[in-house]
């Protein structure tokens, strides 16, 4: 990818927060193939694979994606209450990309930790920048310790994470692991005064597919980001065709990058507080509201003393439009 932005062309200045396994790659490479968004930063956490190795991946991401500047900083190596972090290797394979076993060169960090790194760039250009959070959101709970008013300075912000609101009755729902990864931080970054907290969760996540046809698309691409693209996706696919007993993936974190930079693709969402709630072993954060509409008996994520503010739930997308766009980015089909 060849990177010709002007600031004419920018429309979205975007700090990525990542544990930087398939999908994270994947909606890197399509941020860095809009010519309308700009990366402006990324910063490493754990969660797909280790902090460590989350910022090999970033490195190796930004030079095959032509950028190779942009400033990179590493971040919280496992959940803020120092429980022992968990590594999701069974499905993004033991380096967080699928294993590959492509070139992944250390790359050169800020001096500053991810949540030094987060307040900065927000307190040096605020309202200019938009905060994308695709892994567990500690880095942003630690930035938030340091500025309680940190999201008050992005302009936007969407996470990856949360489950929408309450399922149907006798409907399960896939494991939200970024929430689950780190549920303490999540209740701290839903409670967070902000100017717009968009949940692009499992909810509407699981429904946007990468398909068989997809991959092959892929495979025949002219780019080396294209072609890395679906060996990445054949890697993902692995874990997947156990889920549905066919090739495909979700494109998650994709989608959460395309909800952040292409708000019209939300055809339908729900403003509210969100709360965290057990599930089992693990937590989701949930839109307070029942699959019918109505109020749940829980109190929500909240500041002492004070009511979280609302966040806005993707409840629908639409599908074939994100899809078109981020297949067709990652192809290097005319652009």
Known sequence: MSDQRTENTVRSSVVVDTDTGIDDALALFWLAGRPDVRIAAVTAVFGNCTVEDATRNIGAVLALAGLPDVPVAVGAP???????????????????????????????????TAAEQLVHLANSAPGEHDLLVLGP?????????????????????????????????????????????DPVAARAVFAAPRTELVMAGVNVGAGVIVDEE?????????????????????????FYQQVWGRRVSPAWDGLAA?????????????????????????????LLRTAEGGPVPFEPAARPGMPAPDTRVALEVDVQAFLDDFLGVLAGDGR
């Open 258 to 286: 395309g909800l952040l930079v292409e708000p019209r693709w939300t055809t339908r969402w729900e403003d509210g507080p969100v709360g965290l709630v057990p599930d089992g072993p693990r937590w989701r954060a949930h």
């Open 78 to 112: 496992g959940p803020v209450d120092g429980r022992a972090p968990h590594f999701a290797d069974y499905v993004h394979g033991a380096d967080g990309l699928g294993d590959l076993g492509g070139a992944r060169p250390q790359v050169a960090v800020e001096r500053r």
């Open 137 to 181: 959101m500690t880095n942003v709970a630690v930035a938030l310790e340091l500025d309680p008013d940190l999201l008050l300075k992005f302009r936007r912000t969407a996470v990856m994470g949360g489950s929408g609101p309450f399922p149907p009755l006798g409907v399960a729902q896939i494991v939200d692991a970024n929430v689950a990864n």
């Open 214 to 238: 997809a991959v092959r698309r892929l495979h025949d691409s002219p780019t080396e980001v294209g072609r890395f693209s679906a060996a990445l996706l054949e890697s993902y696919m692995d």
